[in-house]
C-alpha cells in the first residue's frame, strides 16, 4: 500500500508503468473506515501483479483531489497510462475492486 501525497502522485501515479487503484479517503469519513480493510486486503492479494494500490487523505492533499474533482470520499480512481479510467464512489465491494483491477491489467 502506498501513502500518496501531492508530492508523489505524478511518480507514483501518472508516470506508473501499471494501472495504479487511489483509494481518496478522509480520517473523519465513516464510509472511508469500513472500505480501508478492504482496500489494505486487494493490497496484499495484488502485491505480486502488475498493480499498485495506494491511498490518498484528502484533508492533508488538496491540490490531487481538487484536480480530480473528488466531491465526496470514499473515491476511488484507476488511473492506467496516466489516465483515469474508472472512478467508483462509496463503499466498494472486495469483488467489484477485483473485476475493475482485473479489467485494469488486461
Do not use: H
Not at 5 to 27: I, S
Not at 80 to 89: D, R, S, T
Request: aromatic share 6%; hydrophobic share 40%; charged share 25%.
Amino acid at each position: 500500500m502506498i501513502e500518496l501525497t501531492d508530492a508523489n502522485f505524478k511518480t507514483e501515479v501518472l508516470e506508473a508503468p501499471v494501472p495504479v487503484l487511489v483509494d481518496f479517503w478522509a480520517t473523519w469519513c465513516g464510509p472511508c473506515r469500513v472500505l480501508g480493510p478492504i482496500v489494505e486486503d486487494l493490497a496484499n492479494d495484488y502485491k505480486d501483479q502488475p498493480v499498485k494500490i495506494g491511498k490518498m487523505e484528502v484533508d492533508a492533499n488538496e491540490q490531487t483531489p481538487a484536480q480530480y474533482q473528488i466531491m465526496s470520499v470514499p473515491t476511488l480512481i484507476i488511473f492506467k497510462g496516466g489516465q483515469p479510467v474508472q472512478q467508483m464512489i462509496g463503499v466498494q465491494s472486495k469483488e467489484d475492486l477485483k473485476a475493475a483491477l482485473d479489467e485494469a491489467m488486461k
